[in-house]
């Protein structure tokens, strides 16, 4: 099944290879980022960062940066203090320093800040502040920050050790039971490292405040703007900026990944300088400091456990988890699910009974928590539900598409509910994973391994089938700080025929101006090319809670679609009225009404559009536009099976992937081309981490990898060639049938390589790997196994 393409070329709604709206700009050069925006009198602001990882600040000396030409002013801790802003809140309602007054709690931590009028003065004064540290004992290993005589770390919360919280879901009596009673038990220690949101723009925001008008304008990199305002106020309410005199703009973005919706303190810092000296303040980050001190995605140690019959048949899943989140909990979840969406980890398949737990810890790190491409932990569930997937395979000596097959979710069993409380909205995981195994040849694959192993060669073939869970809200479920889950459309015809559509969402490179363009042009039949799509200024755009999470088609495509369907139908009613025909004598077809069994009796939309304002019923309101805040039934569960096989150097430990075909179902889909671009990037996202990613610390919290020489990404010469394809099961409670995709790819694509390498190394009795798979660590392998 593939989407009815239902609008000519000039229309081009939904289904139709649209070139993206946004790309002249940024194919020109003529992107507008914070960083090119530059206002009069404006300031610079640079940071002061701590060389420990957990220390005392025994005294800041800034005299000598204060004698420079340039420096206009340092701020410390102890001058946010004394108006209340040395703390703020995190967005899972933990507690963050903006600037420590006593202690600083990891490398690279914010400690003082430098305002300048040149940016190269603020850094050279940066230099010639002065701080003396007590170094402290460290905590590195969140293992370690549970020991009873670990050091304390947050003792500003009164607390008494370094627990977070604990969570669990599921049925802990009837997995446990299920677990004795089973043929097979398999078990492994899963750990997937924490890294870096590597967006090509790192953050930063020009805070401007106005103290004639008392109003204050902030620039801003943020994927969220509206909720960002809102949380300025609730920080900064009492010192006089309240919401409304707060405007968030944000303009083109390169790159969010979820990195970008945190809010850090040199937002805060850069806000209260702009204040207090009454003067417009800019704070960008450097790579280095991006890369160090930001928010970190994943860390979580995982535990798990599978029962099964001797056939194959899964019964159980048991899972607990250790989630280090540094030195604060500033993960980007909604309130209500402190370990994000981690309870779709029973994935793609029909198991009846299950428990997880997960536990999460202080340590001497940089915040962690951040939910990098992917809907709040997603991508740790699916590595481990289909790691463990192939370790019972193995153990059993099944194929591990055998295995997918007897287990998975059948599509008559759609809506399902899972055994830890998620209900399914639609799938067809079988025909995913038999149109992959088509598309790369399979069975032919496994004959070619045998001949390969027989001549001593490694080759692997390694296979993920991801359930993703995307589209937060529904708001009876997902907050976040309160703050419902829904998101928006303001939608404006103009006498001319041609629309301005307002959302609560940002772009940070999606294609948002050209996706929503095509779902009103799919309602209404104006042409997408005459649709203007804005975002990112809360003066201006619908209240919304942002993007992130693949939630931007799923609720704010939706309320789109809902917004032009109100728009509709007063513009039935005005056609009604030009033809002199009851409404229910017209039929629909995008762009005109027509009079049913009199086709050439019509009105085009542009007609109905300048009708509205020209000569419109009489008693009717005049004007055409619509607002529609949407709040999904449920969320949306797009999925895909992807196959990977990797060839292994013995000699280096070199793995080479050789082929990767990669089947995604989205539901109906608005734009080919957006879709196999977002699957791309996202493919190379999660061979980022299965291959290359990882942020290291020494014992005393000393970051390895603080630079790109060190944390390697991968540019398109390590790259390999996707092949992309797709199903398509449409969402049958969303109005366009339309699941989201961003993130789809980053989330199935490591355990598929990890399996496919796994796969090749399967003969030497090799279970896991734990990510990411480096050349040494499989020579090392290779030589601890005798294979070379």
């Not at 289904?15 to 002249?24: F, I, Q, V, W, Y």
């Not at 420590?100 to 003082?112: C, F, G, K």
Request: aromatic share 8%.
């Amino acid at each position: 099944m593939e989407t009815e393409v239902r609008t000519p070329p000039t229309i081009c709604g939904m289904g139709h290879r649209m070139k993206r709206k946004e790309d002249a700009r940024f194919l020109f050069g003529k992107g507008r980022y914070v960083d090119d925006i530059k206002l009069p009198g404006m300031l610079y602001m640079d940071i002061v960062r701590s060389p420990f990882a957990h220390a005392r600040i025994k005294s800041i000396n800034a005299e000598r940066a204060l004698a420079m030409d340039g420096v206009v002013a340092v701020i410390t801790g102890r001058d946010l203090e004394k108006y209340n802003l040395h703390w703020m809140p995190t967005l899972m309602g933990d507690t963050q320093m903006v600037l420590p007054t006593d202690r600083v709690m990891y490398q690279a931590q914010e400690v003082a800040a430098v305002i300048a009028t040149d940016r190269y003065i603020a850094a050279d004064a940066v230099e010639a502040i002065e701080v003396e540290y007590e170094p402290l004992e460290p905590v590195v290993d969140p293992f370690r920050a549970l020991e009873p005589d670990a050091p304390v770390l947050r003792t500003d919360k009164g607390k008494t050790d370094n627990h977070i919280w604990h969570w669990e879901v599921g049925d802990r009596e009837a997995t446990e039971r299920a677990f004795q009673e089973a043929d097979v038990v398999v078990k492994q220690q899963i750990y997937i490292p924490r890294i870096h949101v590597a967006s090509i723009e790192t953050c930063g925001c020009i805070a401007d405040y106005n103290p004639v008008e008392g109003k204050l304008t902030v620039y801003m990199t943020t994927q969220a703007p509206h909720v960002v305002r809102t949380a300025l106020a609730l920080v900064a309410g009492h010192v006089g900026l309240s919401e409304e005199k707060i405007r968030v703009i944000s303009p083109d973005i390169g790159g969010g990944f979820g990195g970008k919706v945190p809010i850090y303190p040199g937002y805060v810092i850069a806000i209260a300088a702009s204040v207090l000296l009454g003067k417009p303040v800019k704070w960008i980050e450097d790579r280095s400091e991006n890369l160090q001190a930001d928010s970190f995605a994943r860390d979580y140690h995982i535990t798990a456990e599978l029962a099964a019959t001797k056939d194959g048949k899964i019964t159980a899943l048991r899972i607990k988890t250790l989630a280090d989140h540094g030195y604060t909990d500033a993960a980007a979840n909604p309130s209500k699910f402190p370990a994000g969406l981690f309870s779709i980890c029973t994935g793609s398949y029909d198991i009846k009974h299950a428990f997880v737990e997960v536990d999460a810890v202080y340590t001497n790190k940089p915040p962690g928590g951040v939910a990098y491409r992917c809907s709040f932990r997603v991508t740790e569930a699916v590595h481990a539900i289909e790691r463990m997937v192939d370790v019972l395979a193995q153990k059993l000596g099944m194929d591990p598409a055998e295995l997918r097959f007897k287990n998975f979710i059948q599509p008559d069993q759609f809506p399902y509910k899972s055994a830890l409380g998620w209900e399914y909205d639609s799938g067809n995981y079988p025909a995913a994973l038999r149109k992959a195994m088509d598309l790369i040849g399979y069975e032919e694959l496994r004959r070619e391994q045998a001949e390969r192993r027989a001549r001593g060669e490694l080759m692997g073939i390694g296979i993920s089938s991801f359930t993703e869970i995307v589209g937060a809200g529904p708001s009876r479920h997902f907050d976040i700080l309160g703050i419902k889950m829904f998101d928006s459309c303001e939608l404006r015809i103009h006498p001319t025929g041609k629309a301005i559509a307002r959302f609560g969402t940002k772009s940070q490179g999606q294609g948002h101006e050209t996706t929503y363009a095509q779902i009103i042009a799919e309602e209404l039949g104006i042409p997408a090319a005459h649709v203007q799509v804005e975002e990112g200024d809360t003066d201006t755009a619908p209240y919304g809670l942002g993007t992130y999470a693949s939630r931007s088609t799923p609720t704010a495509g939706a309320a789109a679609a809902m917004a032009a369907r109100k728009v509709r139908e007063k513009a039935r009613k005005i056609a009604a009225y030009l033809l002199e025909v009851s409404e229910e004598d017209l039929e629909w077809e995008p762009g005109v009404f027509r009079v049913k069994g009199a086709p050439d009796k019509s009105v085009t939309i542009q007609e109905i559009a300048f009708a509205a304002y020209t000569n419109h019923p009489p008693g009717m309101e005049a004007g055409l536009e619509a607002v529609h805040y949407y709040d999904p039934p449920n969320l949306t569960f797009p999925f895909g099976s992807y196959i990977c096989v990797v060839d292994i150097d013995k000699g280096t430990g070199q793995v080479k992937i050789r082929r990767f075909v990669a089947v995604d179902d989205c539901g109906h889909v608005i734009n080919p081309m957006i879709v196999e671009g977002q699957i791309h990037g996202g493919l190379t996202m999660g061979f980022a981490p299965a291959m290359m990613e990882e942020l290291v610390y020494d014992e005393e919290g000393n970051i390895l990898t603080g630079s790109f020489m060190d944390y390697l990404l991968p540019t398109a010469v390590e790259t390999p060639r996707w092949e992309t394809a797709r199903t398509v099961t449409p969402s049958p409670h969303h109005p366009l049938g339309a699941k989201g995709v961003g993130e789809s790819a980053t989330v199935g694509a490591p355990a598929a390589i990890v399996n496919a390498v796994v796969d090749a190394l399967s003969p030497y009795g090799v279970t896991h790997i734990d990510i990411p798979i480096t050349p040494y660590k499989v020579w090392k392998i290779l030589h601890e196994k005798g294979v070379v």
